[in-house]
């Protein structure tokens, strides 16, 4: 049969009053990330892909893959 892979991530912070930064999209100038100091929107892509909620599904989705 089907295999199927299923993963759920999250990732916690703040809501920001304002936006800050410029990179990202939807609410990343707003969400602020304490560890960071900084909004999604401040820092680059790759800061954000080892922590954001996708980027640690697409890790886990990596790991099952070379497994298999």
Do not use: N, Q
């Not at 991530?9 to 800050?20: D, F, L, M, N, Q």
């Not at 790759?46 to 298999?68: I, M, N, T």
């Amino acid at each position: 049969g089907e295999t199927m892979f299923e993963v759920e991530a999250t990732v916690e912070g703040e809501i920001w009053p304002e936006p800050r930064g410029a990179h990202g999209f939807g609410y990343d100038p707003l969400f602020f990330y304490p560890p960071y100091g900084r909004t999604f929107g401040e820092v680059t892509r790759p800061e954000k892909d080892r922590v954001s909620h996708r980027g640690k599904a697409f890790a886990r989705l990596r790991g099952y893959l070379a497994s298999s």
